[in-house]
């Protein structure tokens, strides 16, 4: 997904689905200069570093 894209998301007032690998995530913040993403897992609440690349729109 673009950087900006995900901005978006992150501005917008309803909810957008995104996931990662499969499985739904949040977004809890975004880097510009490195287009990376901290997401968090909705199931395992597990947060992690992705490349915005790798997220979807559902």
């Known amino acids: ?5 995900i901005v978006e998301i992150v501005e917008s007032r309803g909810v957008i689905n995104v996931t990662y690998n499969g499985n739904p995530v949040w977004i809890e913040g975004i ?24 997220l979807k729109e559902d």
């Open 1 to 5: 997904m673009d950087i900006e894209k």
């Open 31 to 54: 880097s510009k200069e490195s287009n990376e993403v901290r997401v968090k897992n909705i199931k395992t609440n597990e947060e992690f570093m992705v490349s915005a690349s790798k």
